[in-house]
């Protein structure tokens, strides 16, 4: 069985992130989409309430699984036996920090493996802190966010304006 591992903070989880995913399940048996803790992230969401915002966008793949973790990803990748870690880039800095992102990871285990999905031009410019920056203001984050949680993250967003 070949499984793939996409991991992210995922914070929020946008529709970039949802065409990484379903492209990639497309080319594995099983695609484990891993909501990671990042210590030097300060995220807007819980871990938990990432992991059900990536459910809720992904509940129609049947061959997607969604988990959290912390810790390093090598670990996580050798405990899930994957082939492979997919990441998603959008610019030629994502390219590259991935690319390093992938040497360090093969220093700690030399089977990691990683493959690099270019994002859809009509994605390019979506991500989480754009999404959260223009929600924070009240803008229109339909078109960046998958339509099963528009309104989770717009509540979560106005929340945070009081």
């Known amino acids: 069985m070949k499984v793939l591992l996409f991991p992210g903070s995922f914070d929020p989880f946008t529709r970039g992130h949802r065409d990484i995913a379903r492209r990639a399940s497309r080319v594995c048996d099983k695609l484990v989409v891993a909501v990671m803790e990042n210590s030097a992230k300060q995220t807007l969401f ?3 309430e990432r992991e059900e915002l990536v459910r809720l966008s992904l509940a129609d ?3 997607i699984e969604v988990i959290s973790s912390s810790g390093l990803l090598v670990d996580l ?12 880039i959008r610019s030629e800095s994502d390219f590259r920090y991935e690319a390093e992102l992938a040497l360090a990871n093969r220093l700690l285990y030399p089977e990691y493996d990683c493959l690099l999905l270019p ?11 754009i ?3 223009v929600g924070h203001y009240g803008g229109d984050i339909s078109k960046m966010v998958p339509a099963e949680i528009v309104d989770i993250v717009k509540a979560k967003l106005m929340k945070g304006r009081i």
């Open 131 to 133: 999404v959260k920056e």
């Open 46 to 48: 819980t871990a938990e």
């Open 77 to 88: 990748y050798k405990q899930l036996g994957c082939c492979a870690v997919v990441r998603g």
């Open 119 to 129: 994002c859809r031009d009509d994605m390019s410019l979506i991500s989480s802190s």
């Open 61 to 63: 793949y049947d061959n």
